[in-house]
């Protein structure tokens, strides 16, 4: 499994639309700038057959430290959550990753 980077991406787009580089680049940016603003906002962000984005709470808890023993307090904090759309589901399944993942671990 390789690790696609935003750079990648960029070269990608820019060669699939005959366009600059530093054009795509731009509009790249900009789109997750949105995303990361509207959940930063509360919102949620549904892109049909993508996903969607989801900002979540998590109530303050109490945890210890394993290596203590100690009680601490943790602090409420915001997470994101994703949900895979029906082509996205799809894709992954056709792909042959989950059988290959099963394969593996069964090999071990």
């Known amino acids: ?3 696609i980077t935003k750079r990648d991406l960029v070269q990608l787009i820019a060669e699939k639309t005959n366009v600059q580089q530093q054009k795509a680049k731009e509009v790249i940016q900009s789109f997750l700038d949105e995303i990361i603003t509207e959940l930063a906002n509360g919102n949620r962000l549904e892109f049909r057959d993508f996903g969607v984005f989801e900002p979540r709470k998590k109530a303050p808890r109490l945890a ?3 290596r203590t023993g100690e ?5 409420h904090k915001v997470t994101v959550k994703f ?17 290959d993942g099963a394969e593996s671990s069964a090999a071990s």
Do not use: W, Y
Not at 71 to 75: A, N, S
Not at 88 to 95: G, V
């Open 83 to 99: 949900k895979a759309g029906r082509l996205m589901k799809e894709k992954l399944q056709d792909s042959g990753l989950a059988q």
């Open 64 to 66: 210890r430290n394993p």
């Open 71 to 75: 009680k601490i307090q943790v602090p």
């Open 1 to 3: 499994m390789r690790t």
